[in-house]
């Protein structure tokens, strides 16, 4: 059986929604609609979420998806090298694959005459950067009066997110959203010449995780896979939301007396079983990302 996730607008929910009424099904836990046709089973969430599952998905969602690609971005690769070396601003996100602790993210103002300091500095990809560094380095920055903004998604508010349907592509979406926002509010006059967004989920599922809670993406935004190694602006943000996770790591360490490991190995399953065995299963709900297979993988060690 194959199975498939789609995102699409509130408005495109409610479209589908009635489009179905005549194949509509028991609605599952936390969904807006389930439909079964011949092809498929549909199920809706608030999220903006539909998963296709059954014999030949694609028929289904061909119906919505094909409308969808239109809304595509296209980048002018002239334009957006005119972005990536003039003043500009980035985001990125950290977090989002350690199992312990929260989710930052992370908006940077770089003018023109920065970049190149910046890149002296040894500002890149935080994924690249020892522990130490990343700290050092954004200490720096912080020095340097480099404006940005940063958000922090903590564990409690993450897991009840997730537990009302947010996938984590949501919540990163609106991270991103928040900051960028934050940042230009910040700046003045807004003399930039673009946004850069470290590409995560295709420009129009984003766009429809903003659309599902009424914002919209900013003007002169660009999405690039990979844009810590073209943006300095996005590599900056990378290093300030990584070291914004590391301190509250060191945070939730302190409060937890457990030394909180990063990343989602079994070696992290294991401590997952130590503290269940301690503090009991509900604790975590404050330290770690409930939802990942970790929490399930730790009664192997049980
Ligand atoms: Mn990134």
Not at 83 to 108: K, M, N
Not at 130 to 151: C, F, G, T
Not at 172 to 199: R, S
Not at 252 to 259: A, K, P, V
């Amino acid at each position: 059986m194959s199975q498939n996730v789609h995102t699409f607008s509130s408005a495109k929910l409610v479209e589908m929604k009635k489009y179905y009424q005549d194949f509509l099904d028991e609605n599952p836990q936390g969904a807006l609609f389930r439909a079964r046709t011949k092809n498929a089973v549909i199920t809706a969430y608030n999220s903006g979420k539909v998963l296709f599952q059954g014999a030949n998905p694609d028929i289904e969602i061909n119906k919505w998806v094909k409308q969808n690609k239109v809304k595509k971005i296209q980048v002018h690769p002239e334009k957006l090298n005119n972005v990536l070396t003039r003043t500009h601003i980035g985001s990125d996100e950290s977090g989002t694959g350690d199992y312990f602790g929260p989710v930052t993210a992370a908006a940077v103002y770089i003018t023109e005459a920065q970049i190149s300091e910046l890149k002296k500095m040894g500002i890149q990809d935080s994924k690249l950067i020892k522990d130490d560094i990343i700290r050092a380095l954004s200490k720096k920055i912080v020095e340097m009066n480099i404006p940005y903004s940063l958000l922090i998604l903590p564990n409690e508010k993450y897991n009840q997110l997730q537990s009302k349907g947010w996938s984590q592509g949501k919540m990163k979406a609106m991270l991103h959203h928040h900051v960028i926002d934050n940042m230009i509010k910040k700046i003045n006059p807004h003399n930039y010449e673009g946004i850069i967004i470290d590409q995560f989920c295709l420009p129009h599922v984003y766009k429809n995780y903003l659309a599902s809670e009424n914002k919209f993406v900013h003007s002169k935004t660009h999405f690039l896979t990979k844009a810590e190694h073209h943006s300095v602006a996005v590599a900056t943000a990378s290093v300030i939301a990584r070291a914004s996770f590391l301190k509250e790591m060191d945070k939730l360490s302190h409060l937890s007396g457990y030394s909180l490991l990063k990343g989602a190995s079994n070696k992290v399953d294991r401590l997952i079983a130590q503290i269940m065995r301690e503090k009991g299963l509900e604790y975590l709900n404050k330290i770690a990302k409930t939802h990942f297979a970790n929490t399930e993988k730790a009664n192997n060690y049980l």
